[in-house]
């Protein structure tokens, strides 16, 4: 099976711009969750979209949104961006929903000038 | 709440050296409890995994962890450390349910000859 596919891999944007990040997860996981990590925090958990619902939420302000498509294809977006938002975003896929097994994604490095 | 402890945030040890990364824990019930480990630049891939069952785990590149549920830790280790080793590796802790994955802070690992 191909494993789980990031698109863009890298991306440069100003502040005040948005982004949305893709991800496709392994054929046959529906259950998708987006990790934001910096050097500085680490690995955070942003949510968890799994059948098109979200099922779980970090903490992050409403600047962060997401979807899951009836594929399990996500998307993340990232309005009004600011310095801090730059980080690797990592998107990971699992079969069930939850604290499981996850197949992680290469990432894309947001960097936000 | 869950949470994961990574006591060492950066360790040096000799090409051919044996390794140990501890990973503390703590969460009510009986855990699920992973390693992960991220080259540069680079999404991360598991290691191993602990659901239940024989508290000795074996993982792929020769590591190993013990889970010990009376220290609440789930130690990585390996024999022999090869120059390719150097990396990053993160412990997390899940459960059964809807509960997400939660990573440690990481432990960069660097190889020397």
């Known amino acids: 099976k191909a494993g789980v596919t990031q698109t863009p891999r890298y991306l440069i944007k100003t502040r005040g711009q948005q982004v949305t990040l893709s991800c496709s997860p392994i054929?046959?996981?529906?259950?998708v969750s987006w990790y934001q990590q910096t050097p500085g925090q680490g690995l955070q958990f942003l949510f968890e979209?799994?059948?098109?619902?979200?099922?779980n939420k970090g903490n992050f302000p409403g600047r962060f949104s997401g979807r899951q498509f009836s594929n399990s294809r996500s998307e993340m977006n990232v309005s009004t961006l600011e310095l801090g938002d730059s980080a690797l975003y990592l998107c990971?896929?699992?079969?069930?929903?939850?604290?499981?097994?996850?197949?992680f994604g290469p990432g894309t490095r947001l960097t936000v000038l | 709440a869950q949470s994961v402890t990574q006591p060492d945030i950066h360790i040096t040890v000799s090409e051919g050296a044996s390794l140990e990364l501890r990973c503390n824990y703590s969460?009510?019930?009986?855990?699920?409890l992973f390693w992960y480990v991220q080259s540069p630049g680079q999404g991360l891939q598991l290691l191993l995994k602990?659901?239940?069952?024989?508290?000795l785990v074996q993982g792929i590149k020769g590591f190993e962890a013990e889970f010990k549920r009376s220290q609440s830790s789930f130690n990585l280790r390996k024999p022999s450390v090869h120059w390719s080793d150097a990396a990053e590796y993160f412990c997390a802790v899940g459960a059964r349910g809807n509960t997400p994955l939660v990573f440690g802070k990481g432990t960069r690992l660097s190889v020397i000859a």
């Open positions: 990971a896929s699992s079969e069930i929903s939850g604290g499981n097994e996850q197949f």
């Open positions: 602990y659901f239940s069952g024989d508290t």
């Open positions: 969460y009510g019930a009986t855990p699920y």
């Open positions: 979209y799994f059948s098109e619902t979200q099922r």
């Open positions: 054929s046959g996981h529906r259950s």
